[in-house]
Structures are given as C-alpha cells and as structure tokens.
C-alpha cells in the first residue's frame, strides 16, 4: 500500500491526489452538514455581516471565477505534495481541522445577512449569467439567512496559498499563478455578493490558525507514518 501511495502521477504522488480529492469532499460535507442542522437555541447572537449592499457591485461575470475556483482548489493542495511529506502531513491536518472549524462555526455562530435571496436575485439582471445567478441564489436562500460566516472560499484560498507558498519542488510561475487565482476566488465571493470582507478574511484567519495548531502539535505525524512508515526524521523541527 505504501509503495502504491508514493507512486507519481504526472509528478504528483497517489496520496497527494487522494488527499487533494478527500479535502473537496471535508469541505462539501462541512458546508452540506452546517447549513442543514440549525440548532433551535443558536439564535443570530454574533451579527458578523457588514452592510456592503450599497457600497459594492454585484459583477455576475464574477459566478464563472467562483465555479471555477473549484479547480484551483482542487489542484492546488496535490500540487502541495511534491514537497516535504513531513510538511504535507501536517499541511493535510490543518486544511482538515479548518473544515472541522468552519462546521463548528456554521452550526454555533449563525449569522444574518444584509440582503435576501431575494434582493440578490433582483440585482441579477437578464441573460443567461443572469439565470445562473438567480438559481444559486435560490438554491442557497436558507444558508444565506444565517449562514455566512466564515467564508469556505476565503479559506480555501488561504490553504491553497499556504500548500504552495511552502513547497521548494514547485516553479515560481505555478506558486504565483495560485496565488493570484485563489486570491480572485476570495473575491469572486464577494462581488456576487456571497459574502462580506469579514467573512472572507474570517475564513483565511481559520486556515491560518488551524495550519499553525497543526504544526506545533504535529498533527499530521499519524498520516505521515502511515504513507511512509516511522522514520525518526519526521519528530524533529522542520
């Protein structure tokens, strides 16, 4: 099994690409369970939405970067793994716990919105961007209630940012390219109005903080021994 899980493929080893497909599932189900269960007794005590209505546009051009953020989401993290498998175990462990965090914070931290599905769903416009735009603001009207904070793609963006940023074995050219393209993701958020500047940068300060827990507690050592067996270098500093 090990020996199968170090294989590359096209540079990338098999349990980076598994980890890559595992961490789009934890974020799906982190966001899929914590719009589901609303807790009668977790009323919008914390408002963290910022009226921005009237301040910024809604760019409908902006739903096509916000779909295909997905990409760089999902690439990102298995390009991580061409660097230290040290690094990468615990790199895993944090995107992990940050899904784990944001779950916790949708269900026990509901927050309100400033604008209705509704109201998004007027600011729209016609025309075939348009459509796709009053269907997902449709589709997300009962998240959109009390459901915002933190934002996924703020922390998607910032764990993208961080697998790449830290890996010596990849090009200048692809860690800036992931870089600006997760930057625009966290955008593409907010001009379609999904969410606010708190709740984007929210999502980024989770996935900073959760990466840091997972590297001083070295949460990812389990994962590392079973890719690559007890080595004695992983227990030092690094």
């Known amino acids: 099994m090990r020996e199968f899980l170090n294989k590359k493929m096209a540079g990338v080893p098999v349990y980076g690409v598994i980890a890559g497909v595992l961490l789009l599932l934890l974020c799906a189900a982190a966001y899929l369970a914590g719009t589901a269960i609303d807790l009668p007794q977790a009323d919008a005590f914390l408002s963290m939405r910022i009226r921005v209505g009237e301040k910024l546009p809604l760019i409908p051009w902006f739903y096509y970067i916000y779909l295909a953020s997905f990409i760089i989401f999902l690439i990102a993290p298995m390009a991580a793994a061409k660097g230290d498998p040290r690094f990468y175990a615990d790199y895993f462990a944090g995107a992990a716990l940050t899904f784990v965090i944001i779950l916790v914070c949708l269900i026990f931290i509901p927050t309100e919105s400033d604008m209705t599905a509704a109201e998004l769903e007027a600011?729209?416009?016609?025309?075939?961007?348009?459509?796709?735009?009053?269907?997902?603001?449709?589709?997300?009207?009962?998240?959109?209630?009390?459901?915002?904070?933190?934002?996924?793609?703020?922390?998607?963006?910032?764990?993208?940012?961080?697998?790449?940023?830290?890996?010596?074995?990849?090009?200048?050219?692809?860690?800036?390219?992931?870089?600006?393209?997760?930057?625009?993701?966290?955008?593409?958020?907010?001009?379609?109005?999904?969410?606010?500047?708190?709740?984007?940068?929210?999502?980024?300060?989770?996935?900073?903080?959760?990466?840091?827990?997972?590297?001083?507690?070295?949460?990812?050592?389990?994962?590392?021994?079973?890719?690559?067996?007890?080595?004695?270098?992983?227990?030092?500093?690094g």
């Open 123 to 237: 600011l729209a416009g016609d025309g075939f961007t348009g459509g796709l735009l009053r269907d997902f603001y449709a589709r997300a009207a009962a998240a959109m209630e009390s459901k915002n904070f933190p934002s996924v793609h703020g922390a998607y963006a910032a764990i993208c940012i961080i697998g790449t940023a830290k890996s010596k074995e990849l090009g200048r050219f692809f860690k800036v390219f992931v870089a600006l393209a997760s930057i625009l993701a966290a955008f593409s958020a907010l001009f379609i109005k999904r969410h606010t500047p708190v709740e984007i940068i929210g999502g980024a300060l989770i996935a900073l903080a959760a990466y840091a827990i997972a590297r001083a507690l070295r949460l990812g050592r389990p994962l590392y021994f079973a890719v690559h067996g007890r080595e004695r270098r992983f227990l030092k500093k």
